[in-house]
């Protein structure tokens, strides 16, 4: 790394300040491009005054200053400017305001920096001089991995940062010219490594909180000319479901891995992809304690040694530490020394001014050096394990099992935590103490405490109920075997980390005590069937729909008490944010709320049947479904996905609507004469209608072709960038588009038949801007368009038009309205099953209606619901359709 002249930025330091200096040498790399965003980049010379300018705001004195962590250029700025003026960083996630709240409590930051409740960046300047005792090596203080809010932070100093900058930039051979982009969080130490490596290097930052499941992020790392990423082994599995190896990248250089162990097998094919594609994979190993990065596997040796965490990084070295377990020669404790090992931990605000209390690293793995120079970790000193990025200690884990009377053996596999218990032999019970009951359930209790102790999502643990426990000749656990279980089946049944569906997805809401992101994984991965559920997933990426929206959102509301706004695109973790005061007061009250687009669905089935029977008059239900299948559309299928995502879910969401609707029409066409081809086909009213006669199905028929066009629009590369980057302007255009039909501007009607497919898409683009309003502007602009067009649709059937509009009003701007949990509840099930009311319903009330109409809507209704129920387990029944792997887009059911 060449010697840079050093620009001081702030030249008043006190003389004892000692300062990172990769952070005071911005304007050494002059009008190169530091920061890259969505909206303009950012020159080093012009980072460098804005760094400037912040570390004049903080000032010489020494402060602790807590920074909310984001990739963004604020953040950058501050973190980058304390570094400079020698203040002690406090690193939290930005995204995480429990752990803000948490940390600022624990430690009493002199400044807070972070964005207000308007999303404007603040410095908080909470003393002007420190309360606290800051030690001058002292730079940053970060969460260890897993333990994010933990009061047990990472000392390191000053030169930790740069020595392990320098390091990194060695060996990934980082250029000025490079482009990286900011895959990862910055207050993870991985993600900080990135942005440190770079700016010391005069490389650009593409500044972006995107993931690689989106898109966007690749339209952007093209424009941006992105050279690198960084990803842990989950990017690895979104990197696949987006077609990463198809991708064309022209100026990708490499990818760095680390985060956890990538399988050997994955390593090998990732690195074969950048062999064929022209760039290098970088696997590495690191922990917080060492800045970073300890070792790096060189990309000529990830081929044929994939299972090798590699060579340690430059000015860094390894030892083996001799473990009586594992008496194999080189085999050992692997222990780390170098520049970068931090200073210690710190517990309290008084640790702050503790000096260096550890020379060297004992990482807590047990490592074989090889004869080709290359360190492989084969295990676990302490059996702490790092699953999905989380550590885990086992031994704590078996000892929360104990306290509930469950005797147990646990051990972490691929990624994976298995817990072997015991059958309990004097009660003739599977697992003792208070869980009682069966194997299957009891396997399905100790999963969700196992999940709910440690944070992992249930996918990850592995419950196994045995005879006993295996154990060694000497009378130890041998933890290898239940290692082995892995590839077992779970309690004597197909293996699977997913919970059974047989249970209600209210089961795992229903327990007792407070909620925690466990609890709500088992909730989505349940109702969803889906077992890739993690704290970081939402509805949307989840792949859920309109039907299992209604099913969600009501069990969401009873467990929560209240319904977030927005909570369909939240990440499960953030539902857990403390509600606004009149939601705690309607929970308090044992009152709810309901979505009001599930409200009026409900509504709007019992006014469609409830009219066709004559028990009232009621009309306008249909159309305003159509407004509100554009708003579902919108909300569940037009998301952040790839475009070729998008539409296989398209593709979907039409199956899922057209095959229960053929499978009616074909068993009614078998068993009675009213019904053609035509009706089967669904193309009955595109026909010129006899004596009168309306095509009972042509709302589904107008549905399903607005969906096939829509999808067929969205394929198209032009138009999915457009739908991109004007959300609410195409829909709005194709409102327009589609009131050329509505007022037959071309006078068709007078010579042809215009079937309703033709005429009602105006309503579906209504309802699908409806969902894309984000400003009042918007919202006010897309209600003015219903209340000018909507009228003298039906001419003399004012009431008609009042109800289509009265809807569509509250759709816009009332998300949800007040509720109880019986009325949420019928409303739920009418909602869900709406689809099958609406294609059941012509069969069932003729026969009863002359008897009593109010019977014979109740009648039309049960069937329709018990259709729904069956069709819902048939799905289920069938893999290829029930397990959305790829998840499942939004079906705008009527």
């Given at each position: 790394m060449p010697k840079m002249r050093q620009v001081l930025i702030t030249p008043d330091l006190l003389s004892a300040t000692t300062t990172v200096p990769f952070a005071r040498r911005l304007a050494e790399f002059g009008d190169r491009t530091a920061l890259l965003t969505r909206d303009g980049e950012l020159s080093y010379r012009q980072l460098a005054a804005r760094v400037a300018e912040t570390a004049a705001r903080l000032g010489r004195e020494r402060r602790l200053v807590l920074l909310a962590g984001a990739n963004t250029v604020d953040a950058v700025v501050t973190y980058l400017a304390a570094l400079a003026a020698g203040h002690p960083v406090l690193l939290v996630p930005g995204d995480n305001g429990e752990a803000v709240r948490s940390l600022t409590a624990a430690y009493d930051p002199d400044v807070v920096a972070g964005p207000d409740r308007a999303g404007e960046w603040v410095l908080d300047e909470r003393r002007a001089v420190s309360a606290h005792t800051l030690h001058p090596e002292l730079a940053l203080l970060l969460s260890t991995s897993g333990s994010t809010g933990s009061p047990k932070l990472v000392r390191l100093s000053h030169e930790n940062l740069q020595a392990n900058a320098e390091s990194i930039a060695a060996y990934l051979g980082i250029r000025d010219g490079d482009r990286a982009a900011t895959t990862l969080p910055m207050h993870y130490c991985y993600g900080l490594s990135v942005i440190n490596s770079n700016l010391l290097s005069g490389a650009g930052l593409i500044l972006t909180d995107l993931s690689v499941a989106d898109s966007?992020?690749?339209?952007?790392?093209?424009?941006g000319r992105g050279t690198t990423f960084a990803g842990v082994p989950y990017t690895f599995d979104l990197l696949d479901r987006v077609g990463f190896d198809a991708m064309d990248l022209p100026h990708l250089r490499y990818v760095t891995q680390a985060g956890g162990r990538l399988a050997p097998e994955r390593v090998a094919q990732y690195a074969a992809l950048g062999e064929r594609d022209g760039w290098q994979l970088f696997v590495m190993y690191g922990q917080t304690e060492a800045t970073a990065r300890m070792a790096y596997l060189p990309p000529n040796r990830a081929a044929d040694?994939?299972?090798?965490?590699?060579?340690?990084?430059?000015?860094?070295?390894?030892?083996?530490?001799?473990?009586?377990?594992?008496?194999?020669?080189?085999t050992g404790e692997l222990v780390?020394?170098?520049?970068?090992?931090?200073?210690?931990?710190?517990?309290?605000?008084?640790?702050?001014?503790?000096?260096?209390?550890v020379d060297e690293l004992h990482?807590?793995?047990?490592?074989?050096?090889?004869?080709?120079?290359?360190?492989?970790?084969?295990s676990r000193v302490s059996r702490f394990a790092k699953i999905l990025g989380l550590r885990i200690d086992p031994q704590r884990i078996e000892s929360m099992l104990a306290a509930h009377g469950v005797i147990a053996q646990c051990a972490a596999a691929d990624d994976q935590l298995v817990v072997a218990v015991a059958r309990s032999t004097d009660t003739g019970r599977d697992i003792g103490g208070d869980l009682g009951g069966d194997s299957g359930a009891d396997a399905k209790r100790v999963r969700r405490l196992v999940a709910g102790e440690c944070g992992l999502p249930p996918r990850a643990v592995h419950v196994h109920v045995l005879p006993e426990l295996p154990r060694l000749a000497s009378g130890k656990p041998d933890y290898q075997a239940v290692r082995d279980l892995i590839g077992t089946p779970v309690d004597g049944r197909a293996k699977s980390a997913a919970p059974s569906h047989a249970a209600s997805p209210s089961r795992a809401a229903a327990q007792p005590g407070p909620v925690g992101p466990a609890d709500l994984c088992l909730l989505y991965a349940e109702i969803l069937d889906r077992p890739d559920v993690t704290e970081d997933s939402s509805f949307v990426s989840l792949g859920g729909d309109s039907l299992s929206y209604v099913e969600m959102s009501l069990n969401l509301e009873q467990v929560l008490g209240h319904l977030p706004p927005n909570w369909h695109t939240l990440p499960i973790r953030d539902l857990l944010q403390p509600p606004?005061?009149?939601?705690?007061?309607?929970?308090?009250?044992r009152r709810?709320?309901?979505?009001?687009?599930?409200?009026?669905?409900?509504?709007?089935?019992?006014?469609?049947?409830?009219?066709?029977?004559h028990v009232f008059h009621i009309?306008?239900?249909a159309h305003l479904l159509l407004t509100v299948a554009g708003f579902n559309l919108a909300r569940f299928h037009l998301?952040?996905?790839?475009?070729?995502?998008?539409i296989r879910h398209g593709w979907h969401s039409i199956a899922r609507i057209v095959v229960p609707s053929l499978a009616w029409i074909a068993l009614l066409l078998i068993v009675t004469d009213d019904y053609g081809l035509s009706t089967l086909f669904l193309f009955e009213s595109f026909l010129t209608p006899r004596d009168g006669h309306v095509a009972p199905y042509w709302f589904i028929e107008a549905l399903v072709c607005i969906l096939i066009a829509v999808v067929a629009l969205l394929g198209l590369r032009v138009v999915d960038r457009l739908e991109r980057r004007f959300p609410f302007g195409l829909p709005m255009t194709l409102m327009a588009i589609g009131l050329l039909s509505r007022y037959d501007v071309f006078g068709l009607r007078e010579r042809m038949h215009l079937p309703s497919a033709v005429v009602v898409p105006w309503l579906f683009a209504l309802g699908w801007a409806a969902a894309k309003a984000s400003t009042v502007r918007q919202r006010l602009l897309v209600t003015a368009a219903a209340l000018v067009t909507v009228p003298g649709f039906f001419p003399g059937e004012p009431a008609r038009e009042g109800l289509i509009m009265a809807g569509f009003v509250l759709l816009v701007w009332v998300p949800s309205v007040p509720s109880l949990g019986p009325v949420n509840r019928v409303a739920g099930v009418l909602a869900g099953s709406s689809l099958y009311i609406y294609l059941t319903h012509w069969q069932v009330f003729p026969h009863i209606e002359d008897f009593s109409g109010w019977l014979a809507l109740l009648a039309s209704v049960a069937f329709g619901v018990a259709y729904a129920t069956v069709a819902a387990r048939v799905t289920r029944a069938l893999p290829s359709v029930g397990r959305r792997r790829h998840g499942a887009a939004a079906v705008p059911q009527g």
């Open positions: 966007c992020f690749w339209d952007l790392f093209r424009e040694r994939p299972e090798a965490i590699g060579v340690p990084i430059p000015g860094g070295s390894f030892r083996l530490r001799p473990h009586p377990d594992w008496p194999e020669p080189d780390y020394s170098g520049p970068n090992v931090m200073l210690g931990y710190a517990e309290a605000p008084s640790d702050l001014g503790l000096g260096r209390t990482t807590g793995d047990i490592a074989r050096a090889t004869q080709d120079g290359l360190y492989e970790v084969v606004p005061t009149k939601a705690r007061q309607w929970a308090t009250a709810r709320t309901l979505e009001t687009s599930i409200a009026l669905r409900a509504l709007a089935i019992v006014f469609i049947v409830g009219s066709h029977i009309k306008g239900g998301t952040s996905a790839e475009r070729r995502e998008r």
